[in-house]
């Protein structure tokens, strides 16, 4: 990453735009590249585990490092406004794998559940919906027990009650929140957003049982009632499917356990877009195998393929996943694997599996 990215003063800082379940005060830096998400020290010292754990790190957001944000803080309220102090920015340096030394916000703060978390700390990711034209969001809290072993008995009891009343218990997972977008034509007073979104809070998917949830799943993908995809949503479902059996067989290989952490799916939604995404991609990796079989250039048929900063090759973006949230994740050798979460995710896949047939 270039050292230029990494410098930037906190007025030009912007909130997260495509928060959808619980993550107000979670910020942007300019490029939009960098997510700066306030929070305790256990998430950084989980992220900062990670590094050991190679098979794990493919299913996550990039960690590139922590920062303090100061000690002076203010709150960001849960409606998502972010307080921030005085014009006065001290230098801060972020750690972690390679990150260069940063000017960044002095404080901030995070909501968890509507309440308020004060922190003077945070941890700088990757933004995973950088690169989509329309990205549509879907967040998955994972686990049929929702609390750590440090969670106080009456916290213990409020989860349970939330899990026993909603898909988490029956199947370790429930609909947290999403977006989806619907068309710049669409009725703006019929729930839809001034740039084409639909908005889901977690009271939305806390409606569902095991009988109707696959229809949360179904209205993610926009699909008609008892249809069955077809054309690039078949295909982006069916990565979804591969990706979380890839993800269940790393997670059935290591010893952990992340209460409360979430799955977030990440797609084009803009239909055009995502055809065109489909049709590049398929360029690239022709032009890749011409390259392989015939000459060291490779090239689509409309110039030279493109690439990153560092020399990687850029696919389109068109469907990611990744497990976000973990204040409360730690790794746990000798306890197995994490069944409270694989139990969700074997759960998901078997619902995304219904929706293709």
Known sequence: MMADKNSFHKSQLIALDHVVAGHDGVLLDPSGEIVVKPCKQSEIDFYEST??????????PTYMGRISLGSDTTVAQAAGTLILPGEIVPDLTPTGPGIAGATLIE???VPSNGGKIQTDLAVML????????KPNVLDVKLGARLWADDAPVAKRAQLDKRADETTSKPLGFRIEGMKTYQGVDTNAHNGITADGYRLYDRMYGRGFNIDTVPEGFGEYFRLVKNDKPEGPIRKVIRRFIDDLKAMAHVLENEESRMYSTSLLFVYEGDQETLQDAFLTEKDIIASLNDSAAETEESSNGN??????EEGRIKFPSIQSLKLIDFAHAEWTPGQGPDENVLYGIRNVIKILSGLVG
């Open 303 to 308: 110039g030279t393929v493109e690439v990153d």
């Open 51 to 60: 590094l050991a754990h190679p098979d794990f790190l493919p299913h996550i």
């Open 107 to 109: 404080n901030a703060w």
């Open 126 to 133: 990757e933004n995973l919906v950088a690169g989509y034209k």
